[in-house]
């Protein structure tokens, strides 16, 4: 196979066209459907969140039915008000990302900026809250499920409340890390608009993409504060 | 698709401030409200239904209005929204078959 150099890569598109037109790529018609791709690719990666997540939701919903008492026990463990301020953060969060994209197609580069910083800004303070004020007290005392783990409640099985702590820990955890995950990447695309990158600053549709993204962790976690904090 | 959803796709899905405004202000609305399920010490099937009831409400806004749902075209709308919810309805068949199967062990097995 004969190597190929970024200059002749870069003629080997311009020959067959490769490159934008219009802002729309060779192999799509047209804009609506350049956007409507972007937009089933994405929300197929999402189903597929949603299957992941869901298989947990319903796990948990069927033990919460078969073991409703030591659930019960178990459950008052966790705490409302830590999970009422993240949902503000969240929501806080959600707004801010709608307003990033809105003026990203308003091409106000300096808003956007202002928007994502603040997105960033309050997913940082939801893993700071769920860390610093759920996680290290459960860890003190001794609610992680293994064989330190410690329950002294007359009410309800130990055993049962290691199951409950399981998907407490393993859910709110998967979540926080897609919410690390979208810090990462909300933090990679201001620097792309910073830049002005022709990607984010001429297309809104990857900005659009990233906020799908954000806004269905925002949704997970209206699923999650529902189930375990308030059922 | 008609004229105008190809206007605004061109140009970029462009809402007004005011409707994210809106519907970020009825979010924190239903959110107090399930707080106030929690305060007011509400119990049994009442607790949860409204829990439950405000989760979806609260799920379905973002979606629908944050996601942009509301605006794409069906043909995106149904095949995201309907295999899910073929998936649900077949988890929760199996889950009265199976919570059925294990009630018949336990009658002809056990006692």
């Known amino acids: ?231 | 698709m008609d004229h105008s959803t190809t206007t605004a796709h061109a140009e970029g899905q462009q809402h007004p401030v005011a409707i994210y405004l809106y519907i970020w202000i009825l979010l924190f609305v239903v959110s107090t409200f399930s707080y106030l399920v929690d305060y007011f010490h509400l119990h049994g099937s009442l607790r949860w239904t409204l829990i439950l009831l405000f989760m979806v409400v609260k799920a379905g806004f973002i979606v629908a209005i944050f996601m942009h749902m509301r605006w794409e075209r069906l043909a995106l709308k149904l095949a995201i929204l309907v295999p899910p919810l073929c998936l649900l309805i077949l988890v929760g068949l199996m889950a009265i078959e199976g919570h059925y199967t294990f009630a018949t062990r336990l009658a002809s097995f056990v006692h």
Not at chain 1, 4 to 33: C, K, S, W, Y
Not at chain 1, 111 to 137: C, D, H, Q, R, S
């Open chain 1, 1 to 231: 196979m004969s190597a190929i150099t970024l200059d002749e890569h870069e003629e080997h598109d311009e020959h067959h066209g490769h490159a934008r037109v219009n802002g729309v790529m060779h192999q799509f018609e047209d804009i609506d459907q350049q956007n409507e791709c972007y937009a089933v690719g994405m929300w197929s990666f999402l189903v597929t969140e949603i299957m992941m997540f869901g298989a947990l939701f319903m796990a948990y919903t069927l033990y919460r039915w078969r073991y409703a008492d030591s659930f019960l026990a178990a459950h008052q463990y966790v705490h409302i008000w830590p999970g009422a301020i993240n949902t503000t953060l969240l929501l806080a969060s959600s707004f801010t990302m709608v307003l990033a994209v809105h003026y990203t197609q308003l091409k106000k580069t300096k808003l956007v900026l202002m928007n994502l910083g603040a997105t960033m800004f309050f997913a940082t303070a939801f893993l700071v809250v769920k860390i610093g004020w759920e996680y290290i007290p459960k860890f003190q005392e001794h609610l992680f499920p293994g064989p330190n783990f410690v329950w002294d409640k007359p009410e309800g099985s130990k055993n049962v409340a290691q199951i409950f702590f399981s998907f407490y820990f393993t859910m709110t955890g998967l979540h926080g890390l897609h919410v690390l995950i979208g810090i990462l990447i909300i933090g990679f695309l201001a620097l792309q608009h910073k830049k002005k990158h022709p990607a984010v600053h001429d297309d809104y549709m990857l900005t659009e993409m990233v906020a799908l993204y954000w806004h269905f962790v925002d949704l997970v976690w209206v699923f999650i504060f529902a189930l375990f904090y308030l059922w």
